[in-house]
């Protein structure tokens, strides 16, 4: 337990680190002394740009490694999280039926839309992967993978259909990106990040005897239907109020819980906090990266993570057992 919790001390450190540091590196490096110095144009591009962009990354980063713990607890399966269970697809497709039908032009309505997405998506997956005994994991992955199909399908049938502006929104949004101006976006995430923190560190006794299996979690009274439509529920909500502001980002709910599951604790007391920190710190400096590798050109932080992922998600098919 010291070990666990001298390792989730040194992931504060480096979410701290990343929350001072990353503001101030971009395609033009700012002066903090700048900024504060009286710097209309530093200070501008720090408090306005690109401290909003860092929490929004923490926030995010945070939201989703949380949602893939749940999943991958809830279902016993490393490879379980929103993206490839269609969740953030079902997402996606709500919010571009709403850029389609005008909705979108309120954040209110785009997270709505959203919401119901990653909801329905999210139910359809556990309704086709239930069965009497449990849950099947090729079952699960295949529904994901069948819903994931589907819903790009109808993305694509809206877009083929779109005007030109709407069109471009939407591809460009489907990239999934943190871009933001002021702290409207941080405002609305936040409250879902730290939500899904306390809705899984409440769970956190019937997470961990879910580790041993369904049959002997239940002798122990968990109740396995609550404990799935809570996290099913909770999680699509969250999927839903971040797909509504950044688009759909994939594969850190992969990456982040596998890796600290295996380097941390398999307790969720530990776990659940290390996911929150170290999520939002791996999505902060994937979008630095994004942001300065190609510099003055940015690379939408959805398309780096998702090659990260791909080749990660490869990596754990042919290692599990």
Same mark, same amino acid.
């Given at each position: ?89 079902? $997402? ?47 079952? %699960? ?7 994931? %199909? ?46 899904? $923190? ?8 019937? %997470? ?114």
């Amino acid at each position: 337990m010291k070990k666990a919790s001298r390792k989730l001390l040194l992931i504060a450190v480096v979410w701290l680190a990343v929350l001072v540091v990353a503001p101030l590196l971009g395609s033009h490096a700012v002066s903090l002394a700048d900024a504060l110095g009286g710097d209309s144009t530093a200070a501008t591009i720090l408090w306005r740009i690109r401290l909003p962009r860092v929490l929004l990354a923490l926030a995010a980063g945070g939201l989703l490694a949380l949602s893939g713990l749940g999943f991958q607890t809830l279902f016993r399966n490393p490879l379980a999280e929103p993206y490839t269970l269609g969740v953030s697809s079902g $997402a996606a497709l709500g919010a571009v039926i709403a850029i389609q039908t005008g909705l979108a032009d309120s954040l209110l309505g785009l997270a709505v839309a959203s919401f119901l997405g990653a909801l329905a998506a999210g139910a359809l997956v556990l309704g086709l992967a239930m069965r009497r005994q449990g849950i099947e994991t090729s079952t %699960l992955l295949l529904a994901g993978i069948s819903i994931s %199909l589907s819903a790009s399908a109808l993305i694509l049938f809206l877009q083929y259909f779109a005007d030109p502006t709407k069109t471009f929104r939407m591809v460009r949004w489907m990239m999934g990106g943190l871009a933001v101006v002021g702290y409207r976006e941080v405002a609305w995430l936040l409250p879902w990040a730290l939500g899904a $923190a306390a809705l899984l560190f409440f769970l956190r006794r019937e %997470l961990d005897l879910l580790l041993t299996g369904e049959e002997l979690a239940a002798s122990r009274g968990v109740d396995l239907s609550r404990l799935r439509w809570w996290i099913l529920g909770g999680t699509s909500l969250a999927i839903g109020s971040l797909v509504a502001v950044a688009g759909p980002i994939g594969f850190v709910g992969l990456i982040v819980p596998h890796i600290l599951r295996r380097t941390v604790s398999q307790g969720h007391l530990i776990l659940i906090p290390a996911c929150l920190l170290g999520g939002g710190a791996f999505l902060a400096l994937c979008d630095l990266a994004a942001r300065t590798l190609m510099a003055p050109v940015e690379i939408p932080v959805g398309v780096l993570t998702a090659l990260l992922g791909g080749p990660f998600f490869l990596w754990l098919l042919l290692t599990r057992r």
